[in-house]
């Protein structure tokens, strides 16, 4: 049964009649499940393209151009619907890589049918098809966003550009979420690492966004703060293309904006099942990215067992919470990662506690530096160097970390032990805090 068949909906639905009876949350629930699933059929069938055959004039870039090892992949939309297109040869590679979102081009090509695997693949970016591009002609700007978005990933390119390669490519990486230039072995490396999530954009990047304006905000009233912090949010969602990670964490951080300006609690658990719950009846379609579950699962994990975990290693001292949050965070992508990747870094323990912290500055800095060396190349150098030493030391650990991790059965190993020593560590701890009267025993 595919996510948007009714029938997923009646089990649901029976499910939550059983568990919660006639209760006000069951028929909430209930009622969910139901559009989630009307939603889900028609998101589906949106996925089938209308129209086929040649089209002659504008299409619309929607997102920024994807290099690979021989081509180009770009996203564009032709008369509402969204077509992939594989540019191959150096010239078509050319121009096409010039494009950037939001921008609207003149082509002339060939639509046609994805076949079903395919399709399934794309189906969470809307695609429904594939338009092999015969010509391009003139191209104009986007609108008053796009074009403002543009123009600052524009100044963090050339910021990068100062740092030379790799760094300048994972510098843009950390800042705004652009891998297109990363080599494939520096993917690969951060991939064994368990570091991939830092080169993707993310929730710790509107973190930092919001902590750096956060003097500014705090002296604003709170309705007006809470109106300049949306804009914030919206503002950077739309910088960072709309990715599913970056969407979900600024759906989350308006939630506790909102929540926060009314008075409510800002539980981060509950924000997140909310922020999912809005997420998937809006576009059911997301729940196909993979960079959506990495996301939604370490979130879950920073904000559940990561932070229980801390207070009972508090021993630990200054240790115990970022310790217990990379734990945490390990656990909520584990079925993620082993389901797709087929792997689970063991170092990615250590890894994360030393490049995390690193990483976190570059972002922090890394946005207003770039755009003042993006703006003024004069001081391009100078700007970005604290940056330069940023990247080297989160390239180091990747490296390091890809070096040191051993093969699968060492894994399996590796997180076995890790595993029966943190419920040990657990237990003692727990029982220690129990038998002082940190915390209740059990009755």
């Known amino acids: 049964m595919r996510s948007g068949d009714p029938r997923v909906a009646a089990v649901a639905a029976v499910a939550v009649a059983i568990r919660w009876r006639s209760s006000a949350t069951c028929a909430l629930v209930v009622v969910l499940c139901v559009v989630g699933a009307l939603r889900s059929q028609a998101e589906w ?5 209308d129209s086929l055959g040649a089209h002659t004039g504008w299409v619309r870039v929607v997102d920024d151009p994807q290099p690979f090892r021989s081509s180009t992949r770009v996203v564009v939309e032709v008369e509402g619907e969204r077509f992939e297109s594989w540019a191959r040869g150096r010239g078509s590679r050319a121009v096409v890589g010039r494009w950037r979102a939001g921008e609207r081009v003149v082509v002339s090509g060939e ?7 395919r399709a399934s693949r794309v189906a969470w970016q ?16 986007g609108g008053a966003v796009a074009r403002a978005s543009n123009r600052v990933r524009s100044a963090i390119e050339r910021a990068g550009d100062a740092l030379g390669d790799p ?6 990486g950390l800042v705004v979420g652009d891998d297109r230039d990363q080599p494939p072995e520096m993917v690969e490396r951060f991939r064994a690492s368990g570091l991939s999530h830092l080169t993707a954009v993310s929730g710790q990047n509107v973190s930092f966004l919001l902590a750096a304006t956060g003097p500014v905000l705090r002296r604003l009233r709170p309705w007006a703060r809470w109106v300049v912090t949306i804009g914030l949010i919206a503002w950077f969602v739309a910088l960072t ?50 960079g959506f579950w990495l996301s939604v699962g370490a979130t879950l994990g920073v904000s559940g067992p990561g932070p ?5 290693w508090s021993r630990l001292g200054a240790l115990a919470l970022p310790l217990g949050v990379t734990l945490g965070a390990q656990i909520g992508v584990a079925i ?60 180091a650990v990747a490296l390091i970390g890809a070096r040191l991790e051993p093969g699968p059965t060492g894994q399996v190993v590796g997180w076995v032990l890790i595993t029966v020593v943190s419920v040990v560590a657990l237990a003692i701890c727990c029982d220690t805090r129990g038998s002082n009267g940190d915390l209740p025993r059990d009755r």
Do not use: K
């Open 45 to 49: 069938r949106g996925v089938q393209p």
């Open 111 to 117: 639509r046609t049918r994805l076949d079903e695997r």
């Open 126 to 141: 809307h695609v429904v098809g594939e338009m092999r591009i015969d010509w391009v002609g003139d191209s104009a700007p």
């Open 167 to 172: 760094e300048g490519a994972l510098f843009r």
């Open 241 to 290: 293309r709309f990715e599913p990670s970056i969407v979900r964490a600024g759906v989350m951080a308006s939630l506790s904006a909102t929540a926060f300006v009314l008075g409510r609690e800002r539980d981060p658990v509950r924000t997140l099942a909310v922020a999912v719950v809005v997420l998937v009846l809006v576009d059911p379609l997301i729940v196909w990215s993979v």
């Open 308 to 312: 229980w975990i801390a207070r009972r």
């Open 336 to 395: 993620p990662s082993v389901l797709v990747f087929g792997r689970l870094p063991l170092v990615s323990i250590p890894a994360n506690l030393l490049a995390v912290p690193v990483a976190g500055a570059v972002m922090l800095y890394g946005m207003p530096a770039g755009l003042v060396a993006g703006w003024i190349p004069a001081v391009a150098p100078a700007v970005v160097f604290p940056a330069r030493l940023g990247t080297r030391w989160v390239d």
